[in-house]
């Protein structure tokens, strides 16, 4: 990427004023703002599926076979997660009412992409045990779901809701 020192003075007058787009260089503000929305379209997705998942482990609503559908759902999302955060979408550079994506995200991308594994480990493991139709079992793992695999990413890098 150029650093604008090393651009001619008019290419970097004309980059200062915002009115030149260097290609190659990071995404813009508009491209991050949607990125905001896609991730929590995303989040919605898992949302829309994880909730199936809690009926059936809670009071055994619907199939363990709906239980594999969804949790196969939610672990091809962990495939789309990380594009929809690119660096610089989150708190800090939006407004705390736009997003809740912390800082952290980005000062520790390597925790992240961790927590995103954990949510893919942890979904393939239940598609696998809901398979069998062992309900005790089922519901162990969807505990460990949610508390490694949701909790384990939005602890560390998610803040409260903006009031
Ligand atoms: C790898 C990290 C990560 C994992 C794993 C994760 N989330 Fe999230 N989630 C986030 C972040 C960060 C936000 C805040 C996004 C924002 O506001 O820009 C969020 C936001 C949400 C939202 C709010 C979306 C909205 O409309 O604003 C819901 C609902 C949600 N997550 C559900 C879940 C559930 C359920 C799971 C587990 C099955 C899960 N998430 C797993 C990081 C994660």
């Known amino acids: ?81 990380l594009a929809v955060f690119p660096k610089g979408s989150g708190r800090g550079d939006f407004s705390d009412k736009q997003t809740r994506a912390l800082p952290a995200i980005w000062k520790n991308w390597e925790g992240f992409k961790k927590a995103n594994q954990t949510l893919s480990n942890e979904s393939a493991k239940l598609a696998s045990i809901a398979a069998s139709g062992d309900k005790q079992a089922i519901a162990k793992q969807v505990g460990a779901m949610g508390k490694l695999g949701c909790g384990g990413c939005h602890k560390p890098f998610r803040g409260a809701k903006a009031k």
């Open 1 to 81: 990427m150029y650093k604008t020192k090393m651009l001619p003075k008019f290419v970097a007058a004309a980059v200062l004023a915002g009115t030149v787009a260097l290609s190659g260089c990071a995404s813009s503000s508009a491209d991050k703002s949607a990125a905001i929305k896609d991730r929590q379209a995303l989040m919605q997705t898992i949302l829309k599926n994880w909730k199936p998942i809690k009926a059936f482990a809670k009071s055994g609503a619907g199939s363990n076979a709906d239980v594999v559908k969804h949790a196969k759902a939610i672990n091809a999302t962990t495939d789309q997660m």
